[in-house]
């Protein structure tokens, strides 16, 4: 998850982040936008061989989708549609909390108490999602490996099987 | 899309229907259930190898999956999903229109203009839908072999990129 | 429920029907859009003192709203806010079964099994969802004044408190 | 907006809020459950004779509703109903941010550009959604008489018409 402007440090991020996923097997679910964080890392993940990467899109099939989506999912719900995203994620990871649509996600996430990383995430968004009450906390990484790490050790999710 | 309770005939067309699409490149949705129609399309599909299933759930990721399916998208809606199956899905198929979650499906899909097949639909059904005003005009089969056969000739949906 | 856009005697009985459940004390929730069954229902209604109007919108607070509409809810998730309309109800009323949006509201109420009334429906819409199985079955009424006693003998849905 | 569970200070602050919003002749719209800040600006709207309450549910007609709630919308759609709530509101305000999913909804807000005040936040709230980018700038306040100040001087919402 993560925000469609953000610095280009971020995007470098996401970027490998994508292509770090696909490589250890899993499936790369975003926004589905052709900007920012949703493309940037659908772009890594299809970097990668046999990587499939899925939109959950705000939009009807009217709508533009990044062309790094293998799979688009046509909501028409705009930002209700991120209650769906963090449902559907076996690990949320918000890359940069830039923008008020990545906030959302984040709490949505940890409302429902779904495994949650902040990658590169500004020390205001950290003291506050790591000090809220009713929900799940966030980890926090630096690096796009540090997830994966994180992802593999403590929320071990396996690979996606192969299709 | 089709009931999650429904005669068995349904459930040998909905399990040919998946067989057919998945052999003609096209990934499946349903609604994700582990019954009926959607599962049993999905079982069709996942017959075929390298073929996708995608299960779009009513239920949060609490609530019971398909084993048929290979990707799964938690709404955490209930009903509220099916405008979500129709918009993301190229072409509806209804296998038998036996249930009011199928009407509603094949309603909204006429009314956002998808292209729409009713599989094996009873003269009632037809009826009502093929004189309904203000949407698309449903197509007809009597056979999954016809479903496929309409959607080459007349939808003209390409074959899903190899993943 | 109705369409936006339908025949002149629906409109007629959608004011009718509005006035007098208003009449009845009992609040009106239609999907708010300035067309068709739900301005003239708004509109029925508010003819009378003291009468609340409500309008589940598919837009977000940028849409058109219908003058007629004291409490506008907007949902900005299109059609899928067809569920919600249902779910909201107290008694789902079909003013015609002219367009799909109307059909998919009837559908998602029998699913949920609200108590429905088709009004002044077509032969074919009868027919097709009064056979239909796995959900409830649709009063059917001709008039406005029948469709307030099917209310009130059959549902007996109470007055709504005076605010 | 607030937390189902709360200290005792911010449902004594919700529940001005509520009287003090009734007062001036505005519709009270919270989260409808029997719980927490929902429950107790609902409770403190109808302390005052007139009042409207509005309930936008997460769960559908056979979820608990708050007794103070005069209208129910059902949804059934989980916390993606937040969505809706921050859309039908003229004014957002946060009675704390004690939880994740009134996080979302002041997240939701702000993407949205709706009007919002955060009422008696933690510092870290309010340095978290003040200093980010792409969206609206929440207003603070420290009591509820605060809040009423600020809806009228800035941004100026009309009185409510009677019913």
Redesign the interface.
Known sequence: MG?S?CQPSTLESAHRLGRLLAEAGW?VLTGGRPAGVMEAACAGAKSVA???T?G?LPT??EGPVSAQV???????????????NV??SDVVVACGV????T??EV??A???RRPTVLLGA?P??V???R?????GVPYEAETPDAVIEIIQQQVRIPRW?P?
Do not use: Q
Not at 131 to 135: P, V, Y
């Open positions: 925000a402007e499936v046999g990587s499939l899925v959950v009807g099939p293998d799979l688009a999912v046509f909501t028409a719900m705009g930002e209700a549609r991120n209650a769906i449902l559907s830039e923008g008020p649509g906030a959302s709490a949505l940890l409302k429902a500004a205001a968004a003291a506050f999602f000090t809220m009450a009713g929900g099987r299709i």
